[in-house]
């Protein structure tokens, strides 16, 4: 698990926010899933990410058809979906479905009652919460306020929400064009290909230096 000086978690945030935000309400739950919110659909740092693969997902029933299952707070790209581990073939159809204000996905209801996925997210911890990279949290601490306060802002009571849509939409600016948290570990572990090692890409026959 993911246990160095670069990640932290949503409690960190939550700490922060607590300290001067008193007249509203927020739950660890929403504060968790909002940091990963601004981690998987708006900086969408790969390099920071894991791939998961195997994770056993329970399906609800829906319909004769499709049934629905919900994907954890840290999936930034779903790789597939299958019927067992034994057969990674056995890819399933699916689709997103916006249900209640939640999202989930649908699959084609074969009476399973779970499914496999493989994808790609950021990382957890040895409890199985998802990590932040510490650089980003003043972006989730102003995700988040904005979150609280755009219902306010939308009703005409306050402009608070708009500045800091902005205030979010710098630091997004900022944070996509750094790498600051990678460490040289994490360049070690990059594989290496030379051009005298292959003779092609694609189908695309490259000069080498094979001998």
């Not at 300290?19 to 969408?44: A, G, P």
């Not at 980003?136 to 500045?163: F, S």
Request: hydrophobic content about 35%; proline content about 3%.
């Amino acid at each position: 698990m993911k246990q160095n000086s670069f990640y932290t978690d949503h409690n960190e945030v939550m700490a922060a926010l607590s300290l001067y935000i008193k007249n509203k309400d927020f739950s660890e739950v929403e504060v968790m899933r909002w940091c990963q919110e601004v981690e998987t659909l708006h900086i969408k740092d790969t390099s920071a990410m894991w791939r998961f693969e195997e994770i056993k997902i329970p399906t609800i029933a829906y319909s004769q058809d499709w049934k629905l299952f919900e994907l954890p707070c840290n999936v930034y790209r779903l790789l597939n979906v299958y019927e067992s581990p034994e057969n990674k073939t056995s890819h399933l159809q699916h689709k997103w479905l916006n249900k209640n204000n939640q999202v989930y996905k649908m699959v084609e209801n074969k009476n399973q009652d779970h499914i496999y996925i493989n994808y790609i997210g950021m990382p957890i911890n040895e409890d199985g919460v998802p990590l932040i990279l510490r650089s980003h949290l003043p972006a989730c601490e102003t995700y988040i306020q904005m979150k609280l306060y755009w219902e306010d802002t939308l009703e005409g009571r306050t402009n608070v929400g708009w500045n800091l849509s902005q205030k979010f939409s710098g630091q997004m600016t900022h944070l996509k064009s750094s790498v600051a948290h990678l460490d040289a570990e994490y360049f070690n572990r990059l594989n290496v290909i030379n051009g005298d090692m292959i003779e092609s890409i694609g189908n695309m026959r490259i000069l080498n230096k094979i001998v």
